[in-house]
């Protein structure tokens, strides 16, 4: 069974950064995309970013320029570093990630990361 565990969330100020980590542990297959989503209360979960194994990304138009998804396969680690924050980031953080198995894909989510924005 995959185990996906974020950390780095906290509180911010505008304006300011802060670093996501996400780790998948125990796949026994290749680990392709990763995803980072978001969940405002209230609000859709919102797809943040996402990676290919082979470092091709793709951002939300709200986050583009501000955040910066990446990824250590060496260590099947994701990472989502941000700048600029606004409070309207303010939400918790999933990490996502599939594996490739050789009858399909299979999906893992973390449990979460809360990150607060204050203006």
């Known amino acids: 069974q995959v185990q996906v565990v974020e950390s780095g969330g906290g509180l911010a100020q505008a304006g300011g950064s802060l670093r996501l980590s996400c780790v998948a542990s125990?796949?026994?297959?290749?680990?392709?995309?990763m995803r980072w989503f978001r969940q405002a209360p209230g609000k859709q979960r919102e797809l943040v970013a996402v990676?290919?194994?082979?470092?091709?990304?793709n951002y939300a138009d709200s986050v583009k320029g501000r955040f910066t998804i990446s990824r250590d396969n060496a260590k099947n680690t994701l990472y989502l570093q941000m700048n600029s924050l606004k409070p309207e980031d303010t939400a918790v953080y999933v990490c996502?990630?599939?594996?490739?198995?050789?009858?399909?894909?299979?999906?893992?989510w973390g449990q979460g990361t809360q990150v607060t924005v204050s203006s």
């Open positions: 990676i290919t194994r082979g470092g091709a990304t």
């Open positions: 125990g796949s026994r297959f290749s680990i392709g995309a």
């Open positions: 996502n990630c599939i594996t490739e198995t050789p009858w399909g894909t299979d999906n893992y």
